[in-house]
């Protein structure tokens, strides 16, 4: 990551010298909660160090705490609930909890006259909705300033120095609630939500000398639905082509801009975007990013007047085919927790759901359904 090898050089570190790692473990965004705690867990299990996770809400409240106070640290889950905890001396009188305001405000109200506080200091984000309701509380307020109101790494960091080492196979995340869609996953599958798992085990050729994947491609011309078809790889000077294909397929809109695949197709050691020509037409591309152990489908397109041809599994034909030939052992994709029939097809190709990404697409927020195709090595056929 980027930012942690800045990180690193700023300080002049390596990983090596650091003896123990922290995370934040939640409550927060669900995906980055994901990508942190994946990203730690990497690096203790690989680098064999120690780690500790700590409560968002924990190193929140670390920003402003005074002796005679009550540090409420909060979270707007929306709906006019919240994510919070509330502590005294740093030690957690009102456990970290998802609460309607309603029932956050009667643990307030006990508290407060349990321990005869006369000082509440609020942190964190959408309580000064409430202000008139927190103002009837037998006790001062103390809003926090804009910078007391963030959760800051250095909070986590001294935190850690005093807390319990957790192995990194039991740290997991402490969301409070599931997502709606994981609760709808869950109930649909049975199968329990196993993101984590599943990141890290991508993460671990990071650490490992890995040859580096082959993608070169040589045009062609092929017959398809019934027409003399060509087949390449795209280039810069294709864009435009690509873009004016997404207005056809995503009526009028335009899910990666010119940038987006501008940005990819100049990736050429692990990305490949294939294109479908019948003559001048675009017909429909696909882009895939490739790592020695799995292909992944970033994009896929298909020309509505060319869809129901077979063209759209002739395209993740071809990218599962490059994989394969780059040894590896799966290729995945997302796709839209509403587009069922995409789901269909796929799963006709023999993907396999696998988790759910929360709030995945930006133009919506709608989630996304992680879906794998296991290849089979030589030594599976033998």
């Not at 056809?248 to 050429?268: D, H, I, N, T």
């Not at 796709?335 to 929360?358: P, S, T, W």
Request: hydrophobic share 40%.
């Amino acid at each position: 990551d980027p930012m942690i090898d800045k990180l690193l050089k700023d300080c002049n570190l390596s990983l090596k010298q650091i003896d123990r790692l922290a995370v934040a473990i939640g409550p927060g965004s669900y995906t980055g909660l994901r990508i942190g705690i994946t990203t730690m867990k990497m690096f203790a299990s690989i680098l064999n160090k120690e780690i500790v996770g700590i409560s968002t809400l924990q190193a929140l409240a670390a920003n402003k705490q005074a002796a005679d106070s009550l540090t409420l640290a909060c979270l707007d889950a929306r709906n006019n609930n919240f994510f919070a905890g509330a502590y005294v001396n740093g030690e957690a009188v009102i456990a970290d909890g998802h609460y309607s305001f309603e029932a956050l405000l009667e643990e307030l109200k006990k508290v407060l006259a349990e321990k005869n506080i006369q000082k509440l200091i609020i942190l964190g984000s959408g309580m000064e909705k409430h202000e008139d309701l927190l103002n009837s509380l037998p006790c001062d307020i103390i809003w926090g300033n804009e910078e007391e109101n963030l959760v800051h790494a250095s909070q986590i960091a001294k935190l850690a120095l005093t807390s319990e080492v957790i192995d990194a196979d039991q740290l997991v995340p402490r969301y409070l609630r599931r997502t709606q869609a994981e609760m709808d996953w869950h109930k649909k599958t049975g199968k329990p939500f196993n993101q984590i798992v599943i990141m890290l085990k991508k993460f671990r050729h990071f650490f490992k000398e890995e040859p580096e994947v082959n993608l070169n491609f040589t045009p062609y011309v092929t017959t398809l639905a019934g027409r003399t078809m060509q087949v390449m790889q795209a280039s810069e000077v294709n864009i435009p082509d690509l873009l004016e294909l997404e207005k056809k397929v995503y009526q009028g809109k335009q899910p990666w801009s010119s940038f987006s695949f501008a940005s990819e197709l100049r990736k050429k050691h692990n990305s490949l975007y294939l294109v479908i020509y019948d003559k001048a037409q675009l017909v429909g591309f696909i882009g895939g990013r490739f790592i020695p152990c799995e292909g992944h489908i970033t994009n896929i397109a298909v020309d509505p007047t060319y869809q129901g041809q077979g063209i759209g599994h002739y395209l993740i034909n071809l990218i599962v085919e490059i994989a394969r030939k780059n040894g590896a052992r799966q290729v995945s994709l997302e796709v839209r927790a509403d587009n069922e029939l995409a789901q269909k097809i796929y799963k006709g190709l023999g993907f396999e759901a696998q988790f759910i990404r929360a709030g995945y697409y930006q133009d919506d927020h709608m989630d996304a359904i992680n879906m794998v195709l296991h290849l089979k090595g030589k030594e599976d056929t033998k």
